[in-house]
């Protein structure tokens, strides 16, 4: 019998005076011990599970259809008491911030004893079981932990006691939200291993959420695929993976840059996720709108489920069952050949005065670099590894202790007024978060012509430049009346790069341009910068802590490593035969890639 | 018309009021048109004396020329004299909280976009200067600066830019540290159009609020200042001075002193809900919520 399950589960909330269902007929069981991964784009619902077994919908959500059963007994059907019972013991959570989730005020030990007070432990027994649980997810000073606050720890320390404060009732399932997302690569890597080793030992059940794919494949044992609010496919991680059945499964796959195998081009769905303000409009499968295989009935029927092996099925509509078509990946577009380096930095470095005792800072060990016109350089490191430092140094938001930067062949390292315009000319960059890059209250048209607006061309002009723009980066002009806002996250995006392609720069600085992203949107954004790159010329320095798409994008690689830059190379010889054990490490670190790379990506 | 040229506003000019911004809104435009029709609108020059007809009543009987709201000790119109009174308050609340905007912002920008020394300067500023009683420091500035209309303003604006300056200060500081504002930098805005277009407009929504607020402040203390006599000579009549001179009748003539009151708390009202209304719908921390 299954610990878990969800039977046909719906939920509907009242969105601008119409019911829509968040949730469409999700069903899944988890048994006793397993690893169930919830695999989505944001707004899919993933999340939502969660919060259904948390009993934490939000006000004006509700379960219209379904049943969720725990341990054989109905989760919705009893009384709010009894299940407030079961949660923090009988199911735990790991929530995705963990740093957000201890209280700041309180030190590790108050919390640890008031989650064992609930549990009925004695007061003179709490502080030995708190350290022997912090012992037992592997931090290294229990008892020095205990007396510690938030703050005071690292992100992958907190979700280690957030680990260990869910495991410590000895829960028979464990609800994971995107436990690692807010984490680097290789703390992720062992936060991973040990929620694996948690589970295996105490044989815990547990819920993951994740949006990466990777991560799942790694992970769970099942996966189910949900998509705008639907479950589009579950089944084995293993088969699942290997051989998707429905398109979408199939889209994300191939939208995902691999780190092993020939680089090839990623084919990226159209568009983005249909809002829960369309659900309405969707009677039939909600993915229909951007499925490649669909004919007109998939928009009005509702996905009809059936077995494609053994545990694994889909949620297609029947017309999917006449095959899928198979296209040979498209080959990546060769680098351009390299000529006079069109930036040339030198030893640059950066170090921030101590005083009063303070011992100055070391942000940025000498670094020098060299990049090509029509290049593409990745910038790799984890946080605190002074990528960012780099970015700023070499754009001029900061000043270097040491070094020169060097613009097709003029030094401006220099601040000042002539060396500015130089840089501004021939470099500009693309902020991480468009959401604060973009004045909320500048009209598209206005954010994407701005460096015209110094030169104070006319309004003409400018409106036709932000069409070219627009066309450019893939987005309609009749955009370039809206305002930020009311455009989606990947628009946004493509907004922020057309911005900083206004005045024709030599090199673009694009930094963490996709964290944060869907995959599919994220595949749309890499290959706009590949054609940017081939269609202008123009020299692109990725800095990025996804080595996946540093792969897939770069020629040329550079490695940082807590302000120290630890290996540089071309990217084929860096992935292949990594040299600095750092590089090793984090190769290691990422989760392996799902498909078995001689098979050609089905589409 | 060219997109490029819409206003930069966006939020304000789609702005859905709460209902309580609409009844203060409502409420300050009518008494701004009262104000402003004042000579047209008032039933009799408000300096008029007639002294057979002192502490009349308010007279509501039929047709003709009556005292609406009675007569005041000297046999003035007390609706004349409240209609007038609103020119006065008007005046001051628009001069005081525009003074006082312009000397505030202005501070603010300094002290957030240049921040180290600068704001430390400034934000100690600020806190001596409202250390000081505001009443007594308007009291003690207006002994100073003599009596007056110019004067009240001017006193109003040099107690309360702090006001401003310290809300301002702090919001300016939160958007200088915008990917946006550095992301302008690169792309080549000097210091004046960094200000004017990606500093200013987001301080406009509380700018806005805090003068909605600041005109109800400063009708309230010119009344508390013509009510001591530091406001305009004896022959203009302010809602203050009303209070002022019937303060002696209160029992006998209880119109004579309650019209006014009401006049500055209707007023203030309308100002607050105003302001509120408009700190509501324009909070930034509620934008692109539409």
């Known amino acids: 019998m299954s610990l878990l399950s969800l039977r046909d589960v719906t939920v509907t909330a009242r969105l601008g005076g119409i019911d829509v269902e968040l949730l469409r007929r999700v069903s899944f069981e988890l048994a006793a011990g397993g690893v169930l ?14 919060r259904l077994i948390a009993g ?232 229909a709108s951007r499925c490649e295989i669909a004919d007109p009935a998939c928009a009005a029927s509702p996905p009809v489920w059936r077995l494609v092996a053994e545990g694994h099925d889909v949620g297609c509509a029947p017309a999917c069952q006449a095959g899928l078509r198979r296209v040979a990946a498209a080959a990546m577009p060769a680098p351009a050949n390299a000529g006079v380096p069109v930036l040339r930095v030198a030893g640059l470095g950066k170090v921030y005065p101590g005083g009063w005792g303070r011992p100055a800072t070391v942000a940025l060990e000498p670094v020098s670099l060299e990049v090509a016109p029509g290049e593409i350089v990745g910038i790799v490191g984890e946080s605190g590894s002074g990528k ?52 909320p209250r500048h009209t598209v048209n206005q954010l994407v012509t701005q460096a015209m607006e110094v030169a104070r061309a006319p309004m003409a002009a400018r409106h036709a ?92 690689v550079l490695v940082l490593h807590r302000g120290r830059m630890v290996e540089s190379g071309a990217a084929a010889e860096m992935f292949a035969r990594p040299r600095s054990d750092y590089t090793r490490a984090l190769l290691a670190a990422c989760p392996p890639d799902p498909l078995p790379v001689a098979e050609g990506m089905p589409t | 018309m060219n997109p490029l040229s819409r206003p930069v506003r966006p939020h304000l000019s789609r702005a859905q009021l709460p209902a309580q911004g609409w009844a203060g809104g409502l409420l300050v435009l009518l008494l701004g048109i009262v104000a402003a029709a004042a000579p047209w609108i008032s039933p009799a020059p408000p300096n008029e004396m007639d002294l057979l007809a002192v ?129 302008a930098r690169l792309i080549g805005f000097g210091p004046l159009r960094m200000i004017r277009r990606e500093v200013f407009p987001g301080i406009v929504p509380t700018l806005l609020t805090l003068v909605a607020l600041e005109m109800g402040i400063a009708v309230r203390v010119e009344a508390v200042l013509s009510f001591v006599g530091m406001s305009v000579p004896a022959d203009v009549p302010a809602w203050g001075q009303m209070i002022a001179d019937a303060r002696g009748d209160m029992s006998a003539a209880p119109w004579a002193i309650l019209a006014p009151i009401g006049a500055i708390v209707l007023t203030v009202i309308g100002f607050n809900l105003l302001g509120d209304g408009l700190r509501r719908r324009l909070d930034p921390r509620l934008l692109g919520r539409t």
């Open chain 1, 37 to 50: 991964g919830l695999v989505g784009e944001s707004g899919a619902g993933k999340s939502m599970v969660g």
């Open chain 1, 56 to 287: 934490l919908l939000p006000d004006g959500f509700r379960v219209s259809a379904g049943r969720v059963m725990f341990d054989g007994a109905d989760l919705l059907g009893q009384p709010a008491a009894a299940v407030r019972r079961l949660l923090g013991r009988r199911i735990a959570f790991i929530p995705q911030e963990p740093s957000a989730a201890l209280d700041p005020v309180r030190t590790i030990g108050w919390q640890f004893g008031q989650h064992l007070a609930r549990l009925g432990v004695a007061r003179g027994m709490r502080p030995a079981r708190a350290a022997a649980a912090l012992a037992e997810v592997g931090l290294r000073d229990p008892a020095g932990v205990l007396g510690r606050y938030a703050h005071q720890l690292s992100g992958g320390e907190c979700q280690r006691v957030l680990i260990a404060l869910a495991f410590c009732s000895a829960p028979a399932l464990v609800v994971a939200d995107e436990p690692t997302t807010a984490l680097d690569v290789t703390t992720q890597a062992t936060i991973v291993a040990l929620l694996r080793r948690m589970q295996a030992a105490h044989g815990t059940a547990v819920l993951f959420i994740t949006h990466d794919l990777r991560l799942a494949h790694d992970v769970c044992d099942d996966v189910m695929v949900l998509y705008a609010g639907d479950p589009v496919e579950r089944g084995p991680a293993d088969r699942l993976f290997t051989a998707p059945a429905h398109p979408y499964t199939r889209a994300l796959l191939a939208a995902n840059p691999r780190l092993t195998g020939p680089r090839t081009m990623l084919r990226a769905l159209p568009d983005t996720m249909p809002g829960p303000l369309a659900f309405a409009a969707a009677p039939g499968c909600r993915f």
């Open chain 1, 388 to 439: 960012s430092t780099l970015a700023r140094l070499l754009v001029g938001l900061e000043t270097p202790s040491s070094g020169t930067v060097t613009l097709d062949g003029t030094d401006v390292t220099a601040a000042n007024r002539a060396n500015d315009a130089r840089r501004r000319a021939a470099l500009q960059m693309v902020f991480q978060n468009p959401q604060s890059a973009l004045n």
């Open chain 1, 465 to 556: 430049r932000a069409a070219e723009l627009l066309r450019a980066i893939g987005l309609s002009p009749e955009l370039g009346g809206r305002y930020p806002f009311q455009l989606s996250g990947g628009q946004r995006q493509r907004v922020n790069i057309a911005r900083a392609l206004c005045a024709t720069p030599r090199i673009l600085l694009a930094d963490e341009i996709v964290s944060g992203l869907d995959v599919s949107v994220q595949a749309q954004l890499l290959n706009l910068l590949l054609r940017l790159r081939d269609e202008m010329g123009v020299a692109i320095l990725v800095i990025s802590h996804d080595l996946s798409v540093v792969r897939y994008l770069c020629d040329r």
């Open chain 2, 55 to 183: 502490l009349l009543p308010p007279d509501w009987s039929g047709p003709g020329p009556h005292h609406w709201l009675g007569t005041d000790n000297l046999g003035r119109d007390v609706l004349a004299r409240l209609v007038w009174g609103a020119r006065i308050a008007f005046v001051v609340a628009g001069g005081a909280a525009a003074g006082a905007a312009v000397v505030g912002t202005a501070l603010g920008l300094v002290a957030g976009l240049l921040g180290g020394w600068t704001d430390w300067a400034i934000s100690r500023l600020v806190d001596l200067w409202m250390s000081f009683p505001p009443v007594v420091l308007s009291l003690l500035l207006l002994v100073a600066l003599g009596a007056g209309l110019g004067n009240v303003v001017l006193a109003i604006v040099l107690v309360d830019w702090t006001r401003f300056c310290r809300v301002l200060r702090s919001e300016v500081m939160v958007i200088r540290r915008q990917d946006y504002v550095s992301a």
